[in-house]
């Protein structure tokens, strides 16, 4: 006895890909099924040997399965469908692309070292560290005086306790 299976469309639910299949047999019953493509996604996105591809450029990461055709069910098409972002709490600091055992790890490790990095050095309330931009002017006497970029530790906390005093 023959029968045919008919693949739908995958989504992502919870931590596992998941597929649609309907299975009709030549006796004419029809039963659906939910299969999973990928029990664990965190796990197959970490591992060293996971099932994920991407492109040229290592921006882009998705997964290949197969869908039956939905104008003819004798053809089945491969479709992609696009790896998540890292769900929180999967990295932790420090964030080190160097340690990523795959591509999209390290893509990933590399967008939040920056972002942290921005965020430590551009968004604290008060700098750690005040830069003087070096310069030049003319002195009375007419000579060109140049002056050294520099910079100093901000260990001056009255900024801090001036704003903690509002609240």
Do not use: H
């Amino acid at each position: 006895m023959a029968t045919k299976t008919i693949k739908g469309q995958a989504w992502i639910s919870g931590n596992s890909l998941l597929q649609d299949q309907t299975i009709i047999s030549t006796t004419g019953a029809v039963s659906s099924n939910v299969v999973a493509l990928i029990d664990d996604i965190w796990e197959d996105l970490t591992s060293s040997n996971g099932t994920f591809k991407s492109n040229e450029k290592k921006t882009y990461f998705y997964w290949e399965y197969k869908m039956t055709d939905s104008f003819d069910d004798t053809v089945e098409v491969t479709v992609k469908i696009e790896c998540p972002r890292p769900k929180n709490g999967l990295f932790t600091e420090p964030y080190d692309p160097s340690t990523g055992k795959n591509d999209w790890e390290k893509y990933w490790l590399g967008k939040f070292k920056v972002a942290y990095d921005n965020a430590a050095k551009y968004y604290t309330i008060q700098p750690k560290e005040i830069v003087f931009p070096g310069t030049e002017y003319v002195n009375p006497q007419g000579e060109v005086v140049t002056v050294e970029e520099r910079s100093e530790a901000n260990n001056n906390l009255g900024d801090i306790t001036n704003l903690l005093t509002l609240f």
